[in-house]
């Protein structure tokens, strides 16, 4: 059975598979404008607005991600007792059935200002509050967390080094999902690198592995290298290395595999590591292997960043698009 054929036949489970998202929120702003003469206060274009509109980011991408493929998540996150949190926590349980949102009073909901003109970005500005979250929230998301570990195929902690999370959080996950033998996928940052200990799959981009490792990506060798030195300071066993125009670079244990990339150039990388994560937890929990999953979140990142807007219809269109580029 090819792989489009195995994917095909798995169509009827997605709706019983259930995932677990934790991690950072943040509402993505974007303002559009067109220059209008020059400002009377300053020697500086004047703007006039045209349009402006938010996404929902950071950890909700992977949320996200799993509703494309029409797969149920569990969402829990914490957000600031501000009207950006509250503006958050509604816009999720308008997608989301079972949304876990913690609101902490000593938190900002983080937010990013993205200006642009004629599709060049402008300026781009956050709004962060730069501190882990309090102790009672940590204890609302572990009691939260345990709440509903029992019901889950997967776990994903999508981080976004933004605060959300601490030692006790990821303790507490790591320990509910190894009791019960459930795979934990970490979307991991450099910053935050040692935190990652004991998880069972750490995704990073290309370009934060060779910050953190400072080994550079020549061939497979520098590669396999780069991703066992990511899984040594990790202390994460499967490391995955991801580049969409390269390919993914995968650590099982000792052994090296790669996925070989599409030639494509994509069009929109907004959000694809939790993409990424999203699917390859998804084809995990289905009863994929670990070569067969990463390929597979490969072609979903890969049709994602050339079909934004797809919907309903994702998951038909995902096993067309593997079923024509599997052999390439």
Known sequence: MSLSEKLASVKGKLKDINVIVLGDPVIDRFTIVEPEGISREAPIPAMN???????????????????????????????????????????????????????DENRNTD?????????????????????GISEEAENSVIKRFKKRVG??????????ARGFLSKSVKEAVVSSTKERNIPLIINGRPE?????????????????????TGISPMNSTSYRNMALKLSSMAKVENVLITWLE????????????????LSFRPSNL????????SSFAVFLSLGFSYEEASKLSYFTAALKTQSEKVKGEFFEK???????????
């Open 49 to 103: 607005i045209k349009k402006e509109y938010y996404k929902l980011g950071a950890s909700y991408n992977a949320v996200k991600g799993l509703l494309d493929l029409s797969v149920k998540p569990v969402y829990i996150t914490v957000v600031g007792s501000d009207p950006e949190g509250e503006h958050f926590a509604e816009e999720v349980k308008k997608e989301v059935k079972d949304a876990e949102i913690v609101f």
């Open 111 to 131: 937010s990013v200002y993205r200006v642009f003109s004629d599709g060049y970005l402008l300026l781009w500005a956050e709004k962060s509050s730069k501190k």
């Open 151 to 160: 019901e889950a195929d997967s776990v994903i902690i999508s981080d976004h």
């Open 192 to 212: 935050n690198v040692y935190m990652y200990s004991d998880a069972d799959y750490l995704r990073m981009n290309r370009e934060d592995a060779v910050k953190l």
């Open 246 to 261: 390269e390919g993914f670079f995968c650590l099982k244990g000792e052994s090296f595999f790669k996925v070989e990339p």
């Open 270 to 277: 907004r959000g694809i590591g939790d993409v990424i994560v």
């Open 318 to 328: 995902l096993v067309d698009y593997v079923s024509k580029n599997d052999a390439k």
